[in-house]
């Protein structure tokens, strides 16, 4: 889940989410984070971090996980800043980009389209090349119920990103696709998505999206 907010100098703020990592993609000055566990009492740490770095709660109990963060911007001026809280790393994927997330487990191979080259004396019109910002949108956690469901078309997605829960019985299916407990499947679509599995089986799912 990304959560985007501003704080005033010095200024405090309280979170109420569950999670075991915690990303700092955006901010301007360090913030200092009290992390309530969910494990020992309601145990809290209290940490201070910048923008790119990454806190694992669970790093010595894999099940603990942060149910409430405290925020304070130690700056004297204005912090904008942009927070990723879930279940899994967040990684990022390229250098400068905006997106991050845990890939594991499946290659997708896509056609390849062969394009003839074009000499450069042949050109005889300016060549604009565009460049598509993307981020990383939480859908957050979806369960199967009966055994399906469908996950809707985005004319702004780029890709669909399906998460399997460590605690399901079995594979889901994506597509036909078989997705196993833990594993990420990331398919390059726009379009409507359909997922099987066993009944209530649990998948998270995420979506990287045009801005």
């Known amino acids: 889940m990304s959560i985007e907010k501003t704080l005033s100098p010095n200024a405090r703020t309280t979170i109420l989410e569950v999670g075991r990592f915690l990303y700092i993609r955006k901010a301007s000055a360090a913030l200092s984070i ?8 309601g145990q809290s740490v209290e940490i201070k971090m910048h923008r790119g770095e990454q806190y694992d709660i669970g790093e010595f109990s894999p099940t603990a ?3 409430r ?10 912090n904008d800043i942009e927070l990723e809280i879930g279940l899994h790393r967040f990684t990022p994927s390229i250098a400068g980009s905006d997106i991050n997330a845990t890939i594991t487990g ?3 191979d ?11 004396s042949s050109i005889t019109k300016p060549v ?14 979806m369960s199967l119920g009966a055994g399906k469901i469908s996950l809707p078309a985005n004319p702004e997605r ?3 990103l399906i998460t399997g829960y460590t605690d399901n019985s079995g594979p889901v299916f994506v597509s036909g696709i078989p997705v196993y407990p833990g594993q ?4 390059e679509t726009n379009s409507e998505v359909e997922v099987k599995g066993a009944a209530a089986s649990i998948i998270f799912v995420s979506e990287i999206v045009y801005e």
């Open 34 to 41: 009290i992390l309530t566990s969910d494990v020992d009492q």
């Open 65 to 67: 996980r942060f149910t």
């Open 69 to 78: 963060l405290e925020i304070q911007n130690l700056s004297d001026e204005r």
């Open 106 to 108: 499946i290659t997708i």
């Open 110 to 120: 896509l056609p390849v389209e062969v394009v003839k080259p074009v000499e450069v």
């Open 128 to 141: 604009t090349i565009e460049y598509h910002r993307k981020r990383m949108v939480s859908l957050g956690t």
């Open 158 to 160: 780029y890709e669909l």
């Open 184 to 187: 990420v499947f990331i398919v």
